[in-house]
């Protein structure tokens, strides 16, 4: 009697799940680097492993609805929320609610196409409201998000100065992308309100060329600040120019890629400027298992942002 007690309530919890399509995928990363930064030695490192796990289905009224719930063991050691969303889809377009992409980091970073290390410097932030509106024009994508000022619930573990990820960081972007035959551009903005007398404005646009084996992009960006950035070195009322350039080439399970990110500041007396070149050398080897080689060389006029450093790195999708 008491089996057949436990498996009415085991399955009065396990019914309603079985309306939803639910998928577990995931990932683990890890990198063997060495660098010729003063105070470091050779490293093994993870980045972000995580299991992800995402329940699919469909309203009466023909609405598509996704939840992702993802765990992250990120560099910390911690494990925490990231990217734990609900998607609802319909005639209206997308809405998403918790850590979304932002509307900005939504598109572009087009010129991140290095293996590892490299990674455009202008990317967008994350956001607790994002909405994707309906398609208008064959190719073209608008995006808008927001992240209201109180305590959102969105990505654990981050840092206080990450827009949208702590308390009292607001914060509102949009995007247009547009895509047509080998070639897609985009441009996008975000405010990011950090204090009352913290605001941050950043810019971003880009194009993209894809044809057969071939790869090209290119990136420019700004970030205007009204005042000193709490945990960062940006001076107040400086002015940050950021530029990307990419190529990748794939010859069959090989794929080779070189970006060159430049980050220059321009209103301060002690102009900073930061210039990194990235070589990569990957394989996918199947199975959802790929390695690869990257080096890269950082020349800045900040001592602890020059260095020399080389990985070799071992991916494993699932």
Do not use: C
Not at 110 to 139: H, K, Q, R
Request: proline share 2%; hydrophobic share 35%; glycine share 10%.
């Amino acid at each position: 009697m008491k089996k057949i007690i436990a498996l009415a309530v085991a399955g009065a919890f396990v019914a309603p799940a079985m309306a939803a399509d639910l998928t577990v995928t995931g990932g683990l990363t890890y990198a063997y680097t060495q660098s010729d930064k003063a105070n470091t030695g050779d490293t093994l490192s993870a980045d972000d492993n995580q299991v992800v796990f995402t329940a699919t289905s469909e309203t009466s009224n023909g609405y598509s609805v996704t939840g992702k719930f993802t765990v992250v063991d990120d560099a910390t050691g911690a494990t925490d929320h990231q990217g734990t969303t609900l998607t609802i889809s319909g005639p209206f377009g997308t809405v998403g609610l918790g850590d979304n992409s932002g509307a900005l980091d939504a598109t572009g970073d087009y010129t991140d196409m290095s293996y590892w290390f490299g990674g455009y410097n202008m990317d967008g932030n994350d956001m607790a409201i994002a909405y994707t509106l309906p398609t208008l024009v064959e190719g073209l994508t608008v995006r808008a998000s927001i992240s209201p000022d109180g305590d959102n619930y969105i990505a654990g573990g981050e840092s206080a100065d990450v827009a949208g990820t702590a308390e009292g960081l607001e914060a509102s972007a949009y995007s247009v992308t547009y895509s047509t035959g080998p070639v897609s551009v985009y441009y996008g903005e975000e405010k990011v309100d950090r204090a009352a007398t913290q605001t941050t404005t950043n810019r971003s646009y880009g194009i993209k060329y894809s044809a057969g084996a071939l790869t090209l992009a290119a990136e420019s960006g700004s970030t205007d600040n009204s005042a000193t950035i709490t945990d960062s070195d940006i001076a107040a009322l400086d002015d940050i120019e950021y530029k990307g350039l990419a190529a990748s080439y794939k010859m069959g399970d090989i794929t080779i890629a070189y970006e060159m990110q430049q980050m220059e500041e321009k209103n301060v007396d002690a102009q900073r400027w930061i210039d990194e070149n990235t070589l990569s050398i990957s394989t996918d080897l199947g199975g959802g298992l790929s390695a690869g080689v990257a080096t890269t060389s950082n020349d800045s006029t900040d001592t602890d942002k020059k260095y020399d450093r080389s990985a070799v790195v071992v991916k494993y999708a699932f």
